[in-house]
């Protein structure tokens, strides 16, 4: 099925600033690669190892991200009308669309010694590997909508954390809110993202969610009358393994 490109340039423009595309001109963060997981660092836990947050010892640790093993994706909903399919060749109905790049760098620095155990994280996409299911949206989206080449970046920065238990025992999954910065080309909104993760010896795993609006940016979702709505609500998900140094 051929898409012109009329038509992707606005979807994709609203897409990737949703999902904080084209973020900053920071210099990219530290990488771990696979072989890391086997040359990683001496474990912060004791296999079952329990610690109470605040009362263990002040050390802290750096994590980094195995872009390898790690990806970010984005989430939304189209639906399509009747004239979509003489316009464009895309038959009606409702169809999910997902964004996915592995470009996903960054570090983290936890501390068993401090009660909201986070010291500092900052997370970077590649947007310039974002990819759909449609190669013909990844290449206006790539050379037009969002040019990767002046904005190939979306940043993360974390500022805080909250929902923590009083306790953590090695290998135990735990849930809580991490809160943040999301730079967005030059502008900067703070989020709040729903984290699992889980430390299994040196090697530490988690999945971050956002709900987000389009309106949220300032933008207003698309609405074309017999052709094209996209909603206004969207997921941001974000996988990451990160190894101690």
Not at 23 to 52: I, Y
Request: charged fraction near 20%; include cysteine; glycine fraction near 8%.
């Amino acid at each position: 099925m051929k898409i012109k490109p009329t038509i992707l340039l606005i979807l994709i423009g609203l897409f990737v600033w949703s999902i904080a595309a084209c973020g900053s001109t920071a210099e990219p963060v530290a990488t771990a690669t696979p072989q890391a997981l086997e040359e990683a660092g001496d474990a912060p836990l004791a296999p079952g190892e329990t610690v109470t947050l605040g009362s263990g010892p002040n050390e802290t640790h750096t994590f980094v991200v195995v872009t390898a093993e790690s990806e970010a994706r984005y989430v939304v909903n189209e639906e399509f009308f009747a004239e979509a399919l003489s316009k464009y060749g895309i038959r009606p109905g409702r169809v999910v669309v997902t964004g996915i790049t592995p470009g996903v760098s960054g570090e983290l620095q936890i501390n068993f010694g401090q009660p909201d155990l986070l010291e500092g994280a900052t997370f970077t996409v590649d947007m310039n590997r974002l990819r759909t299911d449609q190669s013909l949206r990844d290449e206006w989206l790539q050379d037009n909508a969002i040019e990767t080449n002046r904005f190939p970046q979306a940043v993360f920065v974390a500022t805080g954390v909250s929902g923590l238990p009083d306790s953590y025992t090695e290998g135990e999954e735990i849930s809580f809110q991490l809160e943040g910065d999301l730079t967005i080309r030059d502008t900067t909104n703070p989020v709040v993202f729903e984290v699992t993760a889980v430390l299994d010896g040196s090697t530490l795993r988690g999945t971050a969610v956002r709900q987000m609006q389009l309106t949220d940016f300032g933008i207003t979702p698309p609405d074309f009358a017999n052709t094209l709505t996209v909603g206004n609500d969207l997921r941001i998900e974000l996988d990451l393994t990160a190894v101690k140094q």
